[in-house]
Structure formats: structure tokens, C-alpha cells
């Protein structure tokens, strides 16, 4: 792996274990002054760290917000992270595409898929995880 690599992954790594904190001021440290957030699903943009920080500190939590990173990956400029995310009530996963630049976080495409129960038809070829 390369060294941008290596550098690019420990940036979200160093991202998902800010959040841990719940301390979403440090987090916006770690964005570009360009910063943008875009969530297809609901057709939203997030622009700026200050605009971040406000949506996650307004966010009406049922608690701390625990966040459980499955795996990174991360090529050149762009990283991919795939995150459980839960305040006890709220259970999601997030696939979070990013793109940095300087050392920080210029750009995050998230998807918040929800979960869903099996088609009954194919039982037979699958088992439940």
C-alpha cells in the first residue's frame, strides 16, 4: 500500500474514532474548508464543517451515538467505510464514500440503507446473517 494510502485510510480512521467521541467539533476538524456531504436518498447536501457539526449536535439522540467499523478502504484520493451506528435506539448502517484532499475530508456520499426482511422465495438458496 501506498504511503497517500495508508495516510488517506488512517484520515477515516481517525474520522469514525472522532465520532466515537461524540465530540462533533473535533470531527469538523477533520474536514476541508470546502467541505461538502451529500445523501442521495434524501436528496440533501451538507455544505461547510459548520453546517456538519449543527446537524450532528441537533440530531434528537436517544443517547451517545456508538459507532462499529466493519472495514476501510482506501485508493489514491478516495476511501470507502462501512459503519454500524446506533444511540441504543436508532440501529443503521452507513456506507460512507469519501474523498480527501490535504489531509482532510473534501467530500462524503453516504447511504443509510434500510434494513428489510427476505423474499420468502428464496429461503431455500440463502441463510439469515
Known amino acids: 500500500m501506498s504511503e497517500t494510502n495508508q495516510s488517506n485510510k ?4 481517525q474520522f469514525w474514532e ?21 445523501w442521495p436518498q434524501s436528496g440533501e447536501r ?8 449543527a446537524i450532528n449536535e441537533k440530531y434528537p439522540a436517544h443517547g ?21 451506528v446506533t444511540d441504543g435506539v436508532v440501529r443503521a448502517r452507513v456506507i460512507t464514500f469519501s474523498t480527501i484532499q490535504d489531509g482532510k475530508i473534501l467530500h462524503q456520499t453516504e447511504f443509510w440503507p434500510d434494513p428489510f ?12 446473517i
Not at 488512517?10 to 480512521?13: N, T
Not at 451517545?64 to 454500524?84: C, M, P, T, Y
Open 10 to 13: 488512517q484520515v477515516i480512521e
Open 18 to 38: 472522532t465520532m466515537k467521541t461524540n465530540d462533533f467539533r473535533a470531527v469538523g476538524e477533520l474536514l476541508h474548508d470546502d467541505y461538502v456531504l451529500e
Open 46 to 53: 451538507v455544505r461547510g464543517r459548520e453546517n456538519f457539526v
Open 64 to 84: 451517545r451515538w456508538k459507532f462499529n467499523v466493519h472495514g476501510i478502504l482506501a485508493e489514491g484520493d478516495q476511501a470507502v467505510s462501512d459503519v454500524d
Open 117 to 128: 426482511e427476505p423474499a420468502a422465495w428464496r429461503a431455500p438458496w440463502v441463510e439469515k
